[in-house]
Each structure stands twice: as C-alpha cells, then as structure tokens.
C-alpha cells in the first residue's frame, strides 16, 4: 500500500510514492489539510476550523468556504492515493484524519522521539533513546513551516522549536557523558543556530572545546558569546560564563564538563512545553465558545428582524 508522506519542517512536501500531490496549491486548503495533521489526535470542529481560516468573514460564507476547500483537499488526496478508504472522517460537525490512514509525518516521528526521551527514569540515554533523538535532530530541517505567520502556525512552531533545544541539551549532555567531545561540539552549533544568543550553550561550547584539547577555540566561543549577547540583548555575560573564561584563561578547568544548569534543562523545558499545550487546550476552548456565542447572537438577530 502507498504511503503518504509529509515533511512539515521548513517548507511543506506532500507526497505519494515520491511524487507531489497535486490540487494542494491553494494556501486555505494546505493550511487547512496541516492543521488537521497538527492536531490528528482529536476530531476538530467545523465551526472552529471555519472560524479559524477564515475569522474576517460571516459564519454562512466561512462554512461555505470550508465545505469547498476540504471538497478540494478530498478530491487531491483521492486523486494522489486511490484509497480503499479516506483520509479524512468527515461529518456534518467534525473534521479528522483517520487514524488508521497510511501517512508518514515528520512531525509526528519527532514527536514520537521527544516522548521515548520524557519516558526515561534516569539522567543516563540508553542506546535506543540516542538513535531516536538522533534521528529526530535530523528531521528538523528548519523551523515548522517557514514562511507562514498564522497564529496557530507561530505557536506550533515555538512549540516543537523548545523540544528541539531540549533534545539537544539532552544530547549534548550524553556526549560529554561518553566524551564524545566532536559530537556536543555539533549539536551545541545547532542549537546556537536557532538561538544564537543562548548563554548556557555557548557555556558548553566552551567547555566541551576545552575538554577536546582547543583551549584557543574556547576563548574564541567567549569573545562570540560577549558580542551576541551585546547584540541580540543588550546585556553582558553572566558572571557563570566570565567565571569559565577565567578558569579557561587561566588554564584551570577541572574535568568535570556538565554545568551547573544543565541538570535541570530537560525539566525546565518539558514545564514550559506543559504549560504551552495547556494555554493551546484554554484557546481552543475560547474558540468554540466563541463560535458559540456567535451563533446564538446572529439567531437573536434574525428572529428580531423577522418580527
């Protein structure tokens, strides 16, 4: 059987068997067919999504909006996969993709990855965490849907950003374990890619640098670290990072690699990632009640017209 295959991070791909999807050029029917996606475990509701896309129109012209553009998105993936059953479950109230649909999503496996990580009862990766997480970094080929500026879309996208970094901490955090110093080295830069002005890592840069026997290259990483955090905040270092340049300056760091702060990385990240998922469950919330309240008002007002 094929299998559909979406690659969300940096700019979108649908394919089948390799080849693009074709009638999934329109903007409302992508953003329509990724929400669904983004949200496969739970059916949506037709009035959220109808307000969601298309919130400056009436509620009669946004449902007939939707009705035309999932017709689209269904005629695209019928055409594309010739399914025994659909994509999607449909009805009159609720929208989802079925659970059981053969679609590979690369959001979804670097879900899948992060979860295996929060599983673990210990400080230490086993090998089989190691491999996921590597697998998951690899994914990552640039922040979810670049180029989109959707509310929805900007809170995603911070979202699997922060598992991202977490997954790297934790990975850089296993290297120095293993001392596997050219391997931190490398996810420390890709960590520092999309946060440039992140002290803790530029810490670790530090440090691991200095443990791999590139002293010159630690004080680089500092004189970097200064000018970033000049330029991105306008702040000095803290006196933790001045601290290790002097002990690196001065040629006496001990061998102990982990900082202080890193210890706690994972749990502070997973804390802010809980309380992003439970502002998204309050604003989806709101949503439906105001989708509610809407209707409830244009009915009121029909019925005093009518009199």
Partial sequence: MKEITIRLFGRP????????????????????FIYLLLHRAHPCSREVLAAMLWGERNETHAKKYL???????????????????????????????RPQAPIWLDVEEFELAYALLRSGQNNSL???????LCRAVELYKGDLLEG??????????ERLLQMYLAMLDVLIDHAEQTQDYAGGIHFCELALRKDPARERTHRRLMRLYCAAGNRSAAL????????LLQRELNVGP???????????????VDGHLRS???ANDLAEMQAVLHELSRLQSTLL?????????????????QRRLAL
């Fill in 13 to 32: 791909c649908y394919t089948v068997a390799e080849k693009p999807i074709h009638g999934m050029e329109a903007r409302k029917v992508q953003e329509l």
């Fill in 67 to 97: 009705r035309q553009v999932l017709w689209q998105l269904q005629g695209a993936l019928e055409r594309a996969y010739h399914p025994h059953e659909p994509v999607m479950q449909v009805d009159n109230e609720w929208v989802q993709i």
């Fill in 126 to 132: 086993s090998a089989e965490q190691s491999d996921a």
């Fill in 148 to 157: 989109w500026y959707q509310d929805w879309c900007i809170f995603e996208r």
């Fill in 220 to 227: 680089r990483q500092y004189e970097l670290c200064v000018n």
């Fill in 238 to 252: 803290s006196k933790s990072t001045e601290a290790l340049y002097e002990q690196i300056r001065s040629d006496q």
């Fill in 260 to 262: 202080p702060e890193t």
């Fill in 285 to 301: 919330q709101t949503l439906q009640q105001m989708c509610d309240h809407i209707d409830r008002m244009e009915k009121l007002m």
